[in-house]
């Protein structure tokens, strides 16, 4: 398997796809990435964690700001999530912070989350350029609206964004594209979404993809897009394999990983965020073992495929 993920590597072309990584946390975090190499990630504090009006607070940005400023030093370029109703906007029927998912319900004010898209772009005005709207909008775990919301959410901040910065890119958020197993998943969420014209208000679509899932995923993407006449880019805000006991070994995972890295070379997508920096130690579940060092930041075998991959293309 070590010579098979190496001979992949070796016959990779280097200057037509960014990767980048999901999830960086702290100071320490971006050090490991920036020592990797990587050009971008993907993170972000939820609206929930920022307009808090709470405890004196109307905005909290400390977090936020921290985000932000460790970016800018290590020369990391951020995709940044704008997702997730704090409890005083939530539509969830007498919503409270105490409800375990009021944050998935759409804002019952769009005003309030046009503020806040405004808000939070002028604050980074120049130092973040690209914003994902939501995050598996296609499953009721985190997006309990209807189709027509959605699209009434992402044309306000495509609004807000282009507002504040023409240049800025308005990233649908990224489609799970598979029944996750808690909640409900919308298979035709895109197309109800293009139907709708939900398409005046995106610079890019985003898919998601884990283990060996990406050619099914990559053609109904397209496919649906081509049905109608929609041509903008693609990228893959997430994309991984997990390496729980019942999962992946880690080799498998390396060999994902630099598979899809390649084909996503192919396929003409241009940027791809590996889910995620280190594994979570608490329990033995799918989620917890996605990524790429072990939780003591001990590297997995990938990270060394990887290096050797992104020295030569951003190094």
């Known amino acids: ?23 960086l946390q702290d100071e320490y975090d971006f050090e490991v990435a920036s020592n990797m190499h990587f050009s971008w990630h993907r993170s972000s504090v939820a609206w929930t964690g920022i307009e808090i009006r709470m405890w004196g607070y109307d905005y909290y ?14 020369g990391i370029k951020m995709l940044w999530t704008i997702a997730f109703t704090p409890w005083w906007c939530s539509s ?5 912070i105490y409800d375990e998912d009021y944050y998935t319900y759409p804002p019952k004010d769009m005003n ?12 980074y005005k120049g130092k973040i350029t690209a914003w994902e709207i939501w995050n598996e909008e ?9 189709v027509e919301q959605y699209v009434e959410l992402i044309k306000y901040a495509y609004m807000a964004l282009k507002e504040v910065d023409e240049n800025n890119i308005v990233v649908m958020g990224g489609l799970a594209l598979a029944n996750p197993g808690e909640g409900e998943y919308n298979p035709h969420f895109l197309e109800e979404f293009l139907a709708l014209g939900g398409g005046k208000y995106v610079d890019v679509y985003a898919f998601h993809v884990y283990g060996n899932t990406l050619m099914q995923r990559y053609e109904y993407m397209k496919s649906t897009l081509q049905r109608f006449n929609e041509s903008k880019p693609l990228w ?6 997990s390496t729980c006991s019942h999962c992946y070994n880690e080799m498998q995972q390396a060999f994902i990983i630099m598979y899809d890295i390649i084909q996503f070379q192919k396929l003409g997508i241009e940027k791809a965020m590996i889910y995620e920096l280190k594994d979570n130690p608490s329990e033995d579940e799918w989620d917890s073992h996605l990524g790429i060092f072990h939780a003591d930041y001990s590297p997995k075998p990938v990270v060394f495929f990887l290096f050797f991959y992104l020295l030569l293309r951003n190094g």
């Not at 969830?92 to 409270?96: D, E, R, T």
């Not at 775990?141 to 209807?146: L, N």
């Not at 893959?236 to 394999?241: D, H, K």
Request: aromatic share 16%; charged share 20%.
């Open 92 to 96: 969830k029927p007498n919503a409270s």
């Open 112 to 123: 309030a989350w046009y503020d806040f898209v405004r808000n939070i772009a002028s604050r």
């Open 61 to 74: 940005w400390k977090d936020a700001d921290e985000l932000v400023n460790q970016s800018i030093k290590y």
């Open 1 to 23: 398997m070590t010579l098979l993920v190496a001979f992949l590597l070796l016959s990779m072309p280097f200057s037509s796809i960014d990767v980048g990584i999901c999830h």
């Open 138 to 146: 296609d499953l009721s775990y985190f997006w309990k609206g209807s």
């Open 236 to 241: 893959v805000t997430e994309f991984g394999a």
